[in-house]
């Protein structure tokens, strides 16, 4: 149990273009989702909390009118990277916290996104 | 705030080694602490976990044991394999729906 999908797991695209990554909670429901994203042979860096039926809370320095989140129901969660540039190549990853699953969050597999 | 700090890597070991790998973490509060896993091009898998003081996470062989004396979750394998090889994070979660503070990450090559 505790799966948590994203789509696509990988994208190429052009320069100006948006692309939207959907994260799902497959077998559980998901009030509050988070978007990581990692750079080659880094940690990842929280990019947001994506709360389901309100704004998401952005970390310090994220572009939110760059990085459209929406979580418009308990399973699903999307990032738009709008006007993409390729500085914003990255591996994006998303994760799910249980309900009362003791602090433990799921995270999908990730997204490798590559901006031409 | 909450931080994590792990041993930089990589970490080259040969077949049948014992692993260790370091973690120290800061947190308000009781955290609870993890160790992700994550293959090339995947994305993290988690490994193990131990959500109170003294307990014993293990996993395919790993263990790291919670010590809040050291506030420290080194993980352990007493015999490596060459599918072990990965990046390892260290990971605290303070609770209710905190973000999770991951360490840099440790890369593990084990060769033949």
């Known amino acids: 149990g505790a799966v948590v999908s994203q789509h696509p797991s990988w994208v190429i695209c052009k320069s100006g273009t948006s692309v939207k990554i959907e994260c799902r909670s497959l077998?559980?429901?998901?009030?509050?989702m988070f978007w990581y994203r990692q750079f080659p042979k880094q940690s990842l860096m929280l990019m947001a909390t994506?709360?389901?039926?309100?704004?998401?809370?952005?970390e310090q320095g994220v572009e939110k009118d760059k990085f459209l989140i929406n979580h418009a129901s308990l399973t699903l969660s999307t990032l738009t990277v709008t006007s993409a540039h390729p500085e914003d190549s990255s591996f994006y990853i998303c994760?799910?916290?249980?309900?009362?699953?003791?602090?433990?969050?799921?995270f999908g597999p990730g997204t490798r996104l590559t901006v031409l | 705030g909450n931080s994590v700090t792990q041993m930089e890597g990589p970490v080259t070991l040969s077949e049948e080694a014992f692993l260790t790998i370091n973690c120290t973490y800061t947190?308000?509060?009781?955290?609870?602490l993890f160790w992700y896993v994550q293959y090339p091009g995947e994305g993290l898998q988690l490994l193990l976990k131990?959500?109170?003081?003294?307990d014993k996470g293990s996993n395919k062989g790993f263990e790291a044991t919670y010590r809040k004396e050291t506030t420290s979750f080194h993980l352990e394998k007493g015999s490596v394999q060459v599918s072990d090889s990965a990046v390892y994070f260290c990971?605290?979660?303070?609770?209710?729906?905190?973000?999770?503070?991951f360490g840099t990450g440790t890369k593990l090559q084990v060769i033949p």
């Open positions: 994760s799910a916290e249980l309900a009362g699953g003791l602090n433990e969050q799921f």
């Open positions: 077998d559980f429901q998901a009030t509050t």
């Open positions: 994506s709360n389901e039926g309100s704004k998401a809370t952005y």
């Open positions: 947190a308000t509060g009781y955290p609870s």
């Open positions: 131990a959500t109170k003081a003294d």
């Open positions: 990971a605290l979660n303070s609770g209710g729906y905190q973000k999770v503070t």
